[in-house]
């Protein structure tokens, strides 16, 4: 079977996983928080951002490779981190994992996914990234960094945009808590979705592996918050100097809004940054991600990741375009997993390099070097913030 045939782009997947998952599962991977504002608005910035076509260029082989933490990839993505994958998909980790080991490209796990480090470790590739919830407890914290390093992770992933729980009200009318709680309103849509209640009947409900260790016993809890949040703190500046000591390979800092705040990480040692809004899930307040992007790299030389609302290759050239070097996207790739199962994640990539390719083409590109000078409204990207 074709794939491209059937699913030549991200919405195509998006449409068939819909079909294929319990109602309350879509609403946790498909939503945002609040009014879903900053959902939306990060697909719109991306839509307004523009680039000129060129003709007469003669034929063109692009090249999608990049250089980016010393590392080189053949394409300027990777997998972001995903808190409870396994709850959109079964064995979406390790699935995901496998995917982007097989491709040379990262994958980032997340402190709150449904398998552990330990569970992962076999099936990682050379570019294994941690994303870490800060823990307040400095022993929980070291023993977490040891875990991670221990497994094969070479970069850690520190989230700073998460303070406290999002209320994420789509999600809490979809009767979904943390951790699920099968209610008969839930089991109703489970019957429905046969392929995926027939994954978690072999793989068991999920839950947050990484944080067995040291959990002991529930408590209450806001039905949007976890156990994850009995373990964390709202890091400060010495939280990130502390980290930075501690881990000897690439660290990077994400969720980074505000082009101030670039100077003080670079000089606390940080490798790289990571822009982001959190997807539309944490504050309905910010801007879309694509419009800070400009003024962050503006503000520092410093590496940029960049993620918010990105749906296929020309996404990635347009951030690409607007000063990151490289990017990342999660949702899609659950997108992939979802209708297409263990074949989702590696046809994911290959639309989005597909669709690079098709895009550099039109503007007469090489190489993903040359992406900044066919652009016609960097300056105007800036000013919409």
Not at 199 to 211: E, H
Not at 292 to 312: K, Q, Y
Not at 342 to 351: E, F, N, T, W, Y
Request: a neutral charge; one cysteine or more; charged letters at 20%.
């Amino acid at each position: 079977m074709d794939l491209h045939s059937s699913f030549p782009g991200i919405a195509d997947l998006k449409r068939r996983a819909k079909r294929r998952i319990p109602f309350f599962v879509w609403e946790f991977l498909a939503s945002g928080t609040g009014t879903e504002t900053t959902l939306h608005r990060n697909r719109t910035a991306l839509d307004q951002v523009q680039f000129l076509p060129s003709i007469l260029h003669g034929p063109i082989e692009c090249d999608t490779g990049t250089r980016f933490l010393g590392q080189d990839f053949p394409l300027p993505f990777g997998i972001a981190p995903i808190g409870m994958a396994g709850l959109v998909w079964p064995d979406a980790e390790r699935l995901l994992a496998h995917a982007a080991a097989k491709a040379g490209l990262p994958y980032t796990l997340s402190t709150v996914a449904s398998q552990s480090p330990e569970d992962l470790a076999p099936h990682l590739g050379q570019n294994a990234w941690f994303q870490l919830y800060p823990p307040k407890d400095p022993d929980i914290r070291t023993d977490m960094l040891n875990r991670a390093r221990s497994a094969g992770f070479s970069t850690l992933v520190l989230t700073v945009d998460v303070p406290v729980a999002s209320r994420r009200e789509r999600q809490t009318r979809s009767g979904l808590t943390n951790p699920p709680r099968l209610t008969p309103r839930l089991l109703a849509q489970i019957a429905l979705r046969p392929a995926w209640a027939l994954g978690m009947a072999q793989n068991g409900m999920p839950r947050m592996r990484t944080l067995d260790k040291y959990i002991d016993g529930d408590s209450a809890l806001p039905p949007t918050a976890h156990v994850g949040y009995l373990l964390r703190t709202s890091p400060d500046m010495e939280y990130v100097k502390w980290l930075r000591d501690a881990w000897e390979g690439p660290f990077i800092v994400k969720g980074v809004m505000r082009a101030e705040d670039a100077e003080r990480l670079q000089q606390a040692g940080v490798d790289a940054i990571w822009v982001s809004n959190h997807g539309g899930r944490q504050f309905d307040g910010a801007p879309a991600s694509i419009n800070v992007l400009p003024l962050i790299r503006e503000a520092t030389s410093m590496p940029l990741i960049f993620d918010g609302g990105i749906e296929g290759g020309l996404d990635i050239l347009r951030a690409l375009a607007l000063g990151a070097d490289f990017v990342m996207l999660g949702r899609g790739f659950l997108y992939g997993l979802s209708a297409l199962g263990a074949k989702g994640p590696a046809h994911v990539i290959d639309i989005l390099r597909q669709d690079m390719i098709a895009n550099m083409g039109q503007m007469g590109l090489s190489n993903l070097r040359e992406i900044r000078s066919v652009i016609t409204n960097i300056d105007a990207a800036a000013q919409r913030v």
